[in-house]
């Protein structure tokens, strides 16, 4: 592979991480400034994680550009340019899934913090079923019988 075309192929490959790293990042800010409540923590933890990204897929690049694959120029360009396109996919996809968990293991975090939900008195929302004829309460716990009997009768 000519110098051109080794050139080409960093060029176009560091362009591919750093377009997809802002991608991430800009998403990925906005999504976990959603859970975290403060804005400048959720954007610290995705810069942390672009950042990460941008580093193990620029070393793939570096890696990629020294295998030798093709023949003449072009399709050795082409044929490290499919390489990269799938790991950077792969790496994506990796980061996406990163984020997701910060953002779960935070949803987590705020609800243990918050403690449990008050539940709303059975009084306080009136009857849910209307009883039967002849059954006594308020709350049924169960129906009678066909026969019109009490509930639990071995009849």
Request: aromatic fraction near 6%; glycine fraction near 10%.
């Amino acid at each position: 592979m000519t110098t051109n075309a080794y050139l080409s192929f960093l060029a176009i490959g560091v362009a591919l991480v750093l377009i997809d790293g802002q991608i991430i990042y800009r998403s990925g800010r906005r999504y976990l400034e959603n859970s975290y409540g403060d804005p400048a923590a959720g954007a610290s933890m995705t810069r942390l994680v672009t950042v990460l990204f941008h580093l193990a897929t620029l070393g793939v690049l570096a890696l990629i550009s020294t295998i030798e694959m093709g023949g003449s120029d072009l399709p050795g360009v082409v044929g490290r340019i499919g390489v990269l396109l799938l790991i950077l996919a792969l790496a994506h996809a990796i980061t996406l899934g990163v984020l997701a968990r910060i953002r779960g293991e935070q949803e987590v975090e705020a609800v243990v913090q918050r403690g449990p939900r008050p539940r709303a008195d059975m009084e306080q929302q009136g009857t849910t079923v209307t009883p039967v004829p002849g059954q006594d309460g308020r709350y049924p716990a169960a129906s009678p019988t066909l026969e019109n009997r009490s509930p639990y009768s071995a009849q």
